[in-house]
C-alpha cells in the first residue's frame, strides 16, 4: 500500500499568516492526490484535485504543489473559518490511502 | 445539483450487521464510482473500498474484505454498503462519496454507526 505521510499533524497560525502542510508519497503517485478539509461534525469538503487544481467554489487563497513525491497545501492568507483538519489523498493505486491529517488552530 | 443522502444513524449489536444506504439525486451512479470511507471517533478518514454501480464491481482494503459489503441499485440510484460481524471497533461515522468529474467530489453528510450491547 502506498503510504502517506502528512506534517505537521497540528498547528497553530495567527490570521493572516501563510501557512503549508505537506504529504510525502512512499511510491510515485504522479499528480493523483487531493486536499480535503474537515470541520467538526461535518463532511470532508475537497479543496484541491490533481495536486494543484482548485476544486470549485474553494477560495483562491488556497493552492496545491508538488515537488517530487512532495505534495503541499498553503493557505496564502489564513482566514478564521479554515480552521479545520486538513487530509490528503491519494487516488493512483488501490487502496486507496489518507494522510492522518493536520489540525490547524488559531493561534 | 448533485446530492447524496444517507441513512439514520444505527446502533447495532455485536455479531450482527447494518447496511447503510447512500441515495443519490441529480446524477446517475450509472457512470460513477461509488466510495466509502470511515472515521473512528476522534481518528481520520479511512477508505473502504469502492463499487462500479454499472457493473458491480468492487474493491476493497484488505481489511475490510470480510467486513464490508458494497452493492448498488442502479434503479433506484442508490449505493449500499452492509457491515457484517459487528464488533465495538466498527464504531464510526461512515461517508459514502462519488467520483464524476475526478475522486470524491461529492460526499454525503455521514451516518453514525455505533455498536454496543
Known amino acids: 500500500d502506498i503510504q502517506m505521510t502528512q506534517s505537521p499533524s497540528s498547528m497553530s497560525a495567527s490570521l493572516g499568516d501563510r501557512v503549508t502542510i505537506t504529504c510525502r508519497a512512499s511510491q510515485d503517485i504522479g499528480n493523483y492526490l487531493s486536499w480535503f478539509q474537515q470541520k467538526p461534525g461535518k463532511s470532508p469538503r475537497r479543496m484541491i484535485y490533481g495536486a494543484t487544481n482548485l476544486a470549485a467554489g474553494v477560495p483562491s487563497r488556497f493552492s496545491g504543489s508538488r515537488s517530487g513525491s512532495d505534495y503541499s497545501l498553503t493557505i496564502s492568507s489564513l482566514e478564521s473559518e479554515d480552521m479545520a483538519i486538513y487530509y490528503c489523498l491519494q487516488s493512483i493505486q488501490y487502496p486507496y490511502t489518507f494522510g492522518a491529517g493536520t489540525k490547524l488552530e488559531l493561534k | 445539483e448533485v446530492q447524496l443522502q444517507q441513512s439514520g444513524a444505527e446502533l447495532g449489536k455485536p455479531g450482527t450487521s447494518v447496511k447503510l444506504s447512500c441515495k443519490v439525486s441529480?446524477?446517475?451512479?450509472?457512470?460513477?464510482?461509488m466510495h466509502w470511507v470511515n472515521q473512528r471517533p476522534g481518528k481520520g478518514l479511512e477508505w473502504i473500498g469502492r463499487i462500479d454501480p454499472a457493473n458491480g464491481n468492487t474493491i476493497y482494503a484488505e481489511k475490510f474484505k470480510s467486513k464490508a459489503t458494497l452493492t448498488a441499485d442502479t434503479s433506484s440510484n442508490t449505493a449500499y454498503m452492509q457491515l457484517s460481524q459487528l464488533k465495538s471497533d466498527d464504531t464510526a461515522i461512515y461517508f459514502c462519496?462519488?467520483?464524476?468529474?475526478?475522486?470524491?467530489?461529492?460526499w454525503g453528510q455521514g451516518v453514525m454507526v455505533t455498536v454496543s450491547s
Open positions: 441529480g446524477y446517475n451512479i450509472r457512470n460513477t464510482y
Open positions: 462519496a462519488m467520483s464524476v468529474a475526478t475522486d470524491f467530489d461529492y
